[in-house]
């Protein structure tokens, strides 16, 4: 059941655009053993009913994760992400 519902996240992502229910399932990575084998797939920016999510989601070991803006911002100097800019639209 888990595989299947870590596949269903890591296809959940199409034509930059994201379904809100799918985000809110998305883990938060706090810490990496090498973020320069992480991938930057875009920002995120979306206000749930008790939460608010203003980051971007990367990719590690063929995983999606969330990371906050903070994190974002300490990164950048030290890991070479190309798409920064991409924004990743959310649907209800």
């Given at each position: 059941?888990?595989?299947?519902?870590?596949?269903?996240?890591?296809?959940s992502?199409?034509?930059?655009?994201?379904?809100?229910?799918?985000?809110?399932?998305?883990?938060?990575?706090?810490?990496?053993?090498?973020?320069?084998?992480?991938?930057?797939?875009?920002?995120?920016?979306?206000?749930?009913?008790?939460?608010?999510?203003?980051?971007?989601?990367?990719?590690?070991?063929?995983?999606?994760?969330?990371?906050?803006?903070?994190?974002?911002?300490?990164?950048?100097?030290?890991?070479?992400?190309?798409?920064?800019?991409?924004?990743?639209?959310?649907?209800e």
């Open positions: 059941m888990e595989l299947k519902y870590e596949e269903l996240l890591r296809n992502i199409v034509d930059n655009k994201i379904k809100a229910a799918h985000l809110r399932h998305i883990p938060k990575l706090k810490t990496c053993d090498n973020w320069g084998q992480t991938e930057f797939i875009g920002r995120v920016n979306f206000k749930f009913k008790f939460t608010e999510m203003d980051g971007g989601l990367i990719k590690f070991n063929g995983r999606i994760y969330y990371i906050n803006n903070r994190q974002i911002q300490s990164l950048m100097n030290y890991v070479k992400w190309n798409n920064l800019n991409n924004v990743i639209s959310v649907i």
